[in-house]
């Protein structure tokens, strides 16, 4: 987190030969007079520009491009405040319907009563699960005249950070199945390590952030089967399908990975990469209401009428609720399906035309998730210094260290999303190849790799 420069005087110098303001303007102190509307609009329009351009942006699954009409409805919605419902009943009609449909996506099973709710991004609903799970894991101890210390989650090396997070805040034990040099994903042997009496839920990854590859969810499944009913356990399974629930229910329907899969309570999924809704939103749904205990569950009267609150945020924004529905109705399933096709076969093409370069190897390649992710040889390619060399021509490709035990291996990788076409794929890697080939004929550079990655 940036500092506070609370002594800079640094100001803003007059632009434009003093066209639109005459004075300095401070950058790190609250102005004392304004100035016009025009004005602060070009000042901050033109020191964005030094930002990277999101259509090049390789390292991030968030939605960068929606259609003008979606773009119409969020400045539509921008003034309207999720929260209130009382106030905007039919927004939350629409969240609703949205809700259903990514339930019933999901294959929630119609016998039980699957809930769910949008929340800011999947980190939310992945807490707002996992808080859910830990409460009726206490509530069964309890009952049981069994003591609530020291409850643990069991997830995999390959989780994103805010699994880590949400044990960090939220006390709870996390045991992570590390990775190896060979295997990058977690099944039901690295979970069986790990489970315990004091275990409130095990997750596995649909799309890892590391190397966008599946945990074995159906060989995990089967084990809570067997130990659950051995036990006399209720280990739920969590489905962290964030990057892969809007991909995989398109590309290949019939792969059982969400609530066809008995013992998954629970499923997060980020709207805003593959549903193609701007940041920030994401969902949560629960398999059945009861999964979410309900002391968990907000009654708030004072915006007038009864409204049940699970959510950490209180105020957020509607828009990107309305969009999801807008592209819902928009695309229908063939849209999404030809959408996914697309991407898919964008990432496959970018991976064979870059996978012949002698020196790297492939981890994916793009034929279950819309992701290339590359590592180098023992020969010595710097993944490091080539995203550097990427990133003077404006591409955003990150390299990264994966976890341990597998933390000699660097990756490279790249999403494809819809926005990313054919010939900027092309064009991606003419200037891949440009880039080893500088290095080979330069000789390596000496960097560091960074561990922090973006997603
Ligand atoms: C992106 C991602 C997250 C975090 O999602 P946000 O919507 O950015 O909060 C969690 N898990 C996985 C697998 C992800 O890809």
Redo the contacts with the bound molecule.
């Keep these: 987190m940036r500092r506070l420069d609370v002594n800079s005087e640094d100001t803003h110098a007059p632009a434009y030969a003093g066209r639109w303001f005459t004075h300095d303007v401070p950058k790190y102190r609250l102005p004392s007079e304004g100035m016009s509307a025009d004005a602060a609009y070009q000042l901050i329009h033109d020191e964005l520009n030094l930002d990277g351009n999101p259509a090049l942006n390789l390292a991030s699954?968030?939605t960068s491009w929606m259609e003008p009409q979606a773009d119409a409805l969020a400045a539509e919605t921008l003034d309207k405040n999720m929260i209130d419902e009382d106030e905007y009943p039919q927004t939350e009609v629409i969240h609703q319907r949205v809700v259903s449909m990514i339930g019933r996506l999901f294959h929630a099973p119609a016998g039980e009563h699957p809930t769910g709710t949008a929340t800011?991004?999947?980190?939310?609903?992945?807490m707002l699960a996992m808080l859910a799970h830990k409460r009726a894991w206490q509530h069964r101890r309890r009952e049981a005249g069994l003591d609530t210390e020291r409850p643990n989650l069991v997830i995999g090396a390959d989780?994103?950070t805010?699994?880590e997070k949400f044990a960090n805040f939220f006390e709870v034990q996390a045991r992570i199945a590390p990775m190896e040099e060979d295997r990058f994903t977690i099944g039901a042997a690295e979970v069986e390590a790990l489970i315990d009496e004091r275990t409130i839920a095990v997750a596995g990854?649909?799309?890892?952030?590391f190397t966008g590859q599946m945990d074995d969810l159906k060989g995990i499944d089967e084990l809570l089967a067997t130990v659950n009913e051995r036990e006399g356990w209720q280990i739920p399974l969590h489905i962290?399908?964030?990057?892969?629930g809007f991909v995989v229910p398109f590309s290949e329907p019939e792969l059982e990975w969400d609530f066809r899969l008995p013992r998954v309570r629970s499923i997060?999924v980020?709207n805003?990469?593959f549903g193609l809704v701007y940041?920030?939103?994401?969902t949560v749904i629960f398999r059945d209401r009861s999964d979410l205990p309900d002391d968990l569950i907000f009654h708030i009267n004072y915006l007038g009428g009864d409204m049940p609150n699970y959510s950490l945020n209180f105020s957020r924004p509607s828009n990107s609720v309305v969009l999801q529905y807008f592209n819902f109705l928009r695309l229908g399933r063939a849209g999404y399906e030809r959408i996914v096709a697309t991407v898919l076969e964008n990432a496959q093409a970018l991976a064979a035309s870059i996978s012949g370069i002698e020196g790297l190897s492939l981890l994916n390649d793009g034929s279950r998730f819309p992701i290339v992710a590359l590592r180098s040889d023992d020969d010595g390619l710097n993944l490091t210094a080539l995203s550097h060399t990427l990133r003077e021509r404006g591409w955003i490709v990150p390299a990264y260290t994966l976890p341990a035990n597998a933390q000699r291996i660097t990756v490279l990788r790249m999403v494809i999303r819809e926005s990313f076409s054919r010939d900027m794929v092309d064009l991606l890697a003419h200037d891949v190849h440009a880039a080893v080939k500088a290095q080979r004929s330069g000789g390596p550079r000496r960097e560091r790799p960074r561990t922090r990655i973006h997603?």
């Design positions: 699954f968030v800011i991004g999947s980190s939310e609903a992945i989780v994103h805010c699994w990854v649909l799309g890892t952030t962290d399908a964030a990057s892969g997060n980020s805003h990469k940041p920030g939103m994401g997603c």
